[in-house]
């Protein structure tokens, strides 16, 4: 396992929208600018930022790019489907046990 693999990148939050930008920091930038939504409200969101784009497009994208992101850790979201995904970071301390490494 290489470092890369065990430590995790936080997430980057672009400061402005830009077009040219890969789909993931598109995708970021809608969600942090919606603040929480399921995949499809980020889409709508997505969409309305940039019109030149499919609505089709940004719902198969966003329900990509955010599974993809809560998979690693990097958004959260609810645990009752549809999922509502937001950045913000858990205030609760950690009860459980840790495993020895």
């Not at 400061?15 to 809608?30: C, D, K, L, P, T």
Request: hydrophobic share 40%; net charge negative.
């Amino acid at each position: 396992m290489e470092n890369g693999d065990f430590f995790a990148q936080p997430l980057q939050v672009p400061a402005r929208y830009e077009a040219e930008g890969s789909i993931e920091e598109q995708v970021v930038f809608a969600l942090a600018d919606l603040g929480e939504g399921t995949a499809v409200e980020v889409a709508e969101h997505w969409l309305a930022l940039d019109p030149g784009l499919s609505l089709e497009t940004c719902r198969t994208r966003s329900e990509q790019v955010l599974a993809d992101l809560h998979e690693k850790g990097l958004v959260n979201a609810s645990e009752a489907p549809p999922l509502r995904y937001n950045l913000v970071k858990e205030t609760r301390p950690h009860r459980g046990r840790v495993e020895d490494i």
